[in-house]
Structures are given as structure tokens and as C-alpha cells.
């Protein structure tokens, strides 16, 4: 016995009917883990050989259909327009006699100049490390250190962050 163990799915002529319609009535473009369970139903009962033999015929209607060229340059621009964003894109930008990243950047960012977004994201991020590295010794300014018990910190805290002007007697 192989270390592999694979689970065989119970074939159903409604599951068969779900892998014609998705691939086609040649058995190599089954899934692999469902082949074999399929050809076994198709052998055994009339119904999924009835099934497997209209999609046949359909896939030999398909086959002997010409592949037409696109009709115009104006479909195929239309075609490559209503591609998903991101490949619209990519490729916009390798199309682009200006330089790949600047029309990536144009792209992205078709609103002007992107330096008002990069500098805003610069000051927030410069702004996040300033906080974050000068709360510790605002927290040791106010008398928060390790020592301090959690319910006291959180009391203080509090007190702090909604500016009472009375404080707890602990506090003073």
C-alpha cells in the first residue's frame, strides 16, 4: 500500500453530468481523482452513456467550427479594455512610450501629480514612528512603569485620555 491515500467521491449521474458540462466528453479532461470513478459509471449504466455521448457530439460540433479572427481593430480594443484592472494595467505601462513606471505610477494614481499621496503616506508613517518611540518615556514621565499594577495603569490611563482635572487620590 502506497503512504498516499486518496478519497474517491461516490459518482452520481448528476456529479457526471456536472464534469461533461465543464470539460467536455473526453475522458483525459476529467479531473484525474474523479476519471476513473466516471468511466466506471459511463460503462455501467445507459443514462451516463446517453450523457457522455450528446456532449460528444457537441464537442465534434465545436471542433469542426472555424476560429474566426477578430472583425476589427476596434473590438480587439474594446476587448482589451474591459479587461480586469490590473492587467489593463500592466499592460498600459509596457505600451507606454513615457517609461514603465512612470505610466504605472500614471495608472495608479491618474489623479495629477502622485506626490501629494506619497508625501502624505510619508508623514504618517514618520508620524507613527514618533509616536511609537517617544511612548515609552511618556508612559515613564506620567509614572507608568513595569512595576505598576494593571488595573492602576488602566485607571491612570483613562483619567488621562479623557483630561479629568480630578484624578484618583492615588494619582495625586
Do not use: C
Not at 509596457?94 to 502624505?120: C, M, N, T, V
Amino acid at each position: 500500500m502506497s503512504g498516499k491515500m486518496t478519497m474517491q467521491r461516490q459518482m452520481t449521474l448528476q456529479r457526471l453530468s456536472e464534469i461533461v458540462e465543464a470539460y467536455g466528453a473526453a475522458p483525459h479532461r476529467w479531473p484525474a481523482d474523479e476519471r476513473a470513478a466516471a468511466l466506471a459509471f459511463v460503462s455501467d449504466h445507459a443514462a451516463a452513456r446517453q450523457l457522455v455521448d450528446a456532449a460528444n457530439e457537441l464537442d465534434r460540433m465545436l471542433d469542426a467550427a472555424p476560429a474566426a479572427a477578430p472583425a476589427s481593430a476596434d473590438l480587439v480594443a474594446r476587448i482589451m479594455a474591459a479587461r480586469p484592472r490590473a492587467v489593463a494595467v500592466i499592460a498600459a505601462a509596457h505600451q507606454s512610450k513615457d517609461g514603465f513606471w512612470k505610466s504605472l505610477i500614471s495608472e495608479i494614481w491618474p489623479y495629477g501629480s502622485p506626490a501629494f499621496p506619497a508625501g502624505a503616506l510619508a508623514a504618517s508613517i514618520m508620524l507613527g514612528v514618533t509616536f511609537g518611540l517617544t511612548a515609552p518615556s511618556a508612559m515613564a514621565a506620567i509614572g507608568l512603569g513595569t512595576q505598576t499594577a494593571t488595573a492602576d495603569v488602566g485607571e491612570r490611563l483613562v483619567a488621562i485620555a479623557l483630561a479629568e482635572n480630578t484624578y484618583t487620590e492615588d494619582f495625586q
